[in-house]
């Protein structure tokens, strides 16, 4: 999982929730990628942040003042996820949440996972959990088992002494999937799976579709929950604009680039080069724009656009 892109309707209350109560840091420095389109109308400001504070930014928010909360019938985000090393960890986050009285929306034992559910000020939802160990992830006759049954907060929070001292978000928690509200599962599936790539794990029932790579439980959550053949969120609405997916290497996006060059020429809305990494920028399903980026040589160059045909001829 590479980054997600975020509109919200004021800067300083969402960063007062993502630093205060999930406890990341901002980024210094400027968001080292060219500003998406969608985010780019509403004309605010741009704050990356993390977990540790360094870049890469896993997290970016663009102010879109006085935006709406998005409609619920739309299309978009469902979720995103932020994984943490381990259960003490997400503990701790837990104690920290209680203490400051944050609504919680629910809680879940999704058997790979354990899992909190709560929104941010403007009405995003957000996932904060932590994986079981691999080799304990349920399955039956080849097929991966994820369920949602109560999770056990007592057992939980004993993982973390109500004395022990908050220093914020663990440097090691990043973003480990994103859930997605989709007009046409089928649709969604045949960009996700068939063109990038990514592998189908289970269907939660007829209206739900989990994707992974690298026999993940899953990255990309599919669903059609608010509806079939919804619309993207209005203009004036937050939103979810852009997330990148993060490919190990640049041969790995070459190869990748030239399928979606040959495959789907039309999804390709253009490329650049940002010093820190190179990247392919997609129009996705719903109206989502997705990056795949890969990482480059550090240097102090400044960004370049480039020709999408430049990303698979770079050596």
């Not at 090393?85 to 609504?103: F, I, K, M, N, S």
């Not at 899992?115 to 079981?132: M, N």
């Not at 109206?287 to 050596?315: I, K």
Request: charged share 20%; hydrophobic share 45%; glycine share 8%.
């Amino acid at each position: 999982m590479g980054r997600v892109h975020l509109t919200v309707a004021d800067l300083d209350r969402a960063l007062a929730f993502y630093r205060d109560a999930l406890g990341w840091r901002v980024v210094a420095g400027e968001v080292p990628v060219p500003i998406h389109a969608a985010a780019g109308a509403g004309g605010g400001r741009t704050v990356g942040l993390s977990a540790s504070g360094e870049p890469p930014a896993a997290l970016v928010l663009t102010e879109q003042p006085g935006a709406r909360p998005q409609p619920a019938r739309t299309s978009g985000l469902y979720h995103v996820a932020f994984l943490h090393p381990d259960r003490a960890t997400l503990a701790r986050l837990l104690r920290r949440l209680l203490r400051l009285e944050v609504p919680l929306e629910g809680a879940s034992d999704h058997l790979v996972s354990e899992a909190i559910y709560l929104a941010d000020p403007d009405g995003h939802g957000i996932e904060v959990y932590a994986d079981r160990p691999r080799d304990r992830w349920p399955r039956r006759d080849g097929q991966l088992q994820i369920d949602t049954l109560p999770l056990d907060l007592v057992d939980l929070l004993a993982q973390a002494p109500p004395d022990a001292p908050w220093t914020g978000a663990h440097p090691a928690a990043r973003i480990g999937h994103i859930h997605l509200r989709t007009a046409d599962i089928a649709a969604a599936a045949a960009f996700y799976r068939d063109l990038l790539g990514f592998e189908e794990v289970a269907w939660y029932g007829p209206r739900a579709l989990f994707l992974a790579a690298g026999g993940y439980h899953h990255h990309i959550g599919l669903n059609t929950w608010a509806g079939v053949g919804v619309p993207p969120p209005p203009p004036d609405s937050v939103r979810l604009v852009a997330w990148a997916v993060a490919l190990p290497r640049r041969e790995a996006l070459q190869a990748l680039a030239q399928r979606v060059l040959a495959a789907a020429p039309e999804r390709v809305l253009g490329a650049y080069d940002a010093g820190s990494e190179v990247g392919l920028r997609l129009r996705g399903p719903d109206e989502v724009e997705v990056d795949l980026v890969a990482p480059a040589p550090l240097s102090p160059r400044p960004l370049q656009l480039l020709d999408p045909e430049e990303v698979v001829r770079f050596t």
